[in-house]
Each structure stands twice: as structure tokens, then as C-alpha cells.
């Protein structure tokens, strides 16, 4: 994917927000076959943050915005798209525009995602070798088929009328 295609998969933020987006400083040394969706923090703007993925043969990408004020820090928080508990400054709520004519309204979509984007990585997490345990790989491949719906319904409820 290029810078080119990703600012183009931007389906709630203008024109002028997708050329403003500043792309992940590892852009070009990304692991796309490890990467369930593309997600990163703008270093321009922190509360900003892009979810790209690829809806069959097209890319399909949101702008995010961290919401303003601390989360609780004393207890566990759950993101909820890779399902990963976090401590402290490990989970954020962001919130997206709705595209089109919603989003012109002011309406908006959140939820809690870790503070990073890069649930991708988070489930990529080694399996404890235990008896209780399925076959590694067969893990793997439920939680990126979980992460993959997760991302999807959120996008959904982003583009949905």
C-alpha cells in the first residue's frame, strides 16, 4: 500500500485531513502479511489516530480521535477489538466520525482501543505451551479471524448511513 492509496481510503475525514495525515515513521519497513489492519497514532497530532484495512480489493481507512480526560488507571481495561488488558495508559476511547452526511452532523462512533492501534502485534503474542491449550497456531488464527469481525463492525458503524 502506498501513502498515495492510504490517504485515498479515508471515508470520514476530508480532503485536507487525509493530505495532513502523517504517516507511521515505519511506514516503509511495515510487515503486511502480519498486519490485520493498519493502525498508528499521527506524531503531529497524538489525539489523533488511523485504522486502515483492506475490504476485498480496495483499502478502507478511518481517522480516530483519542477522547479527551483521563481513563480510570487503577484497574484493568480491555480493548475491544484484540481483546488485550491493559494497565495504565494501555487503552484509550476513541471516537470516529461517521462518514458522509452523519458525520457532517456531528454524529460520532466509539469504543476502547489499545492506546497504540497495534492490536495486530498484541494478539501476535507467544501461546503458553500448556495442556489446556489448542494448538498455537490454531490460536492464532481465532484471534485474528475475532480481531479482523471486531474492526470490520467497527468500520461498519462508521461508514453505516
Known amino acids: ?19 495532513n495525515m502523517v504517516l507511521p515513521s515505519n511506514f516503509v519497513e511495515l510487515e503486511w502479511e502480519n498486519l490485520d489492519y493498519l493502525g498508528w497514532r499521527d506524531s503531529h497530532s497524538p489525539h489523533l489516530g488511523y485504522i486502515i484495512r483492506w475490504e476485498g480489493n480496495r483499502a478502507v481507512g ?12 487503577r484497574r484493568m481495561m480491555m480493548c475491544q477489538l484484540c481483546r488485550a488488558t491493559h494497565t495504565e495508559h494501555g487503552v484509550s476511547l476513541f471516537s470516529a466520525k461517521r462518514a458522509g452526511e452523519a458525520g457532517l452532523n456531528g454524529n460520532t462512533v466509539g469504543t476502547y482501543i489499545c492506546a497504540n492501534l497495534g492490536c495486530s502485534s498484541n494478539i501476535r503474542v507467544e501461546v503458553p505451551h500448556a495442556s489446556y491449550y489448542a494448538d498455537p497456531e490454531s490460536v492464532l488464527a481465532e484471534k485474528v479471524s475475532g480481531l479482523e469481525s471486531r474492526v470490520s463492525g467497527f468500520m461498519a458503524a462508521v461508514m453505516r448511513p
Do not use: K, Q
Open 1 to 19: 500500500m502506498t501513502g498515495i492509496e492510504i490517504r485515498a481510503s479515508i471515508v470520514n475525514g476530508s480532503n485536507t485531513e487525509a493530505l
Open 62 to 73: 478511518i481517522i480516530v480521535r483519542e477522547a479527551d480526560g483521563p481513563l480510570s488507571r
